[in-house]
């Protein structure tokens, strides 16, 4: 279950991809491992993006 930080962090990655850069989002998950929630965007899924359990961005 993500953290309300990373659902946060997820809002903003969201909106700027999909209304401010108009790039598609293929995939979010959580990594079972990490607990960090990854998204992979673009038309050609080059994006990809983890956002830690603290909502820190990378």
């Known amino acids: 279950m993500p953290t309300y930080a990373q659902l946060e962090g997820l809002y903003r990655i ?3 991809l999909t209304y401010l850069a108009l790039q ?3 995939l979010v ?5 990490s607990k960090n929630l990854f998204v992979l ?5 080059e994006i990809e993006i983890e956002i830690a359990r603290n ?3 990378f």
């Open 55 to 57: 909502g820190d961005v």
């Open 41 to 45: 965007a673009r038309y050609d899924e």
């Open 29 to 33: 998950c959580v990594d079972k491992r």
């Open 14 to 16: 969201s909106y700027y």
């Open 24 to 26: 598609p989002i293929h």
